[in-house]
């Protein structure tokens, strides 16, 4: 496994930033960022496994967004079994009252 990523942002290498630059003078260039190897990234930082920062991220769903959708189709609705929903009255002494609702979800480990 290699200790570094070159950032997969499409424009990486044409955003103007001193971090971008490299070369030898006369002869300069803007050049995709390489990404150390974090161990961090594994759980916690994913996308930054494999982007430079948020720009590039989002730089890179916009252009291969229908490629995700097409490798992942969505063809009918998922659904989460709930509770019946409670809903509740909150009565305060200012004149207004606001109600909330508790959503839970059925666990099929436990009765409920
Ligand atoms: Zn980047």
Redesign the pocket.
């Known amino acids: 496994m290699s200790d570094y990523q070159w950032?997969?942002?499409p424009?990486?290498?044409k955003?103007r930033t001193t971090t971008?630059i490299r070369g030898v003078k006369g002869s300069k260039v803007l050049r995709?960022?390489k990404?150390p190897y974090n161990s961090h990234y594994e759980n916690y930082y994913k996308p930054y496994k494999y982007?430079?920062?948020q720009?590039?991220?989002h730089?890179f769903i916009w252009t291969h967004l229908e490629e995700f959708v097409q490798l992942h189709p969505r063809p009918e609705a998922l659904e989460t079994p709930i509770h019946d929903p409670v809903k509740t009255t909150h009565i305060n002494n200012y004149g207004y009252n606001w109600t909330t609702t508790e959503i839970k979800e059925v666990d099929n480990n436990s009765n409920p």
Do not use: E, Q
């Open positions: 950032c997969h942002g424009s990486c290498h955003r971008r995709t960022r990404i982007f430079c920062d720009s590039c991220m730089d």
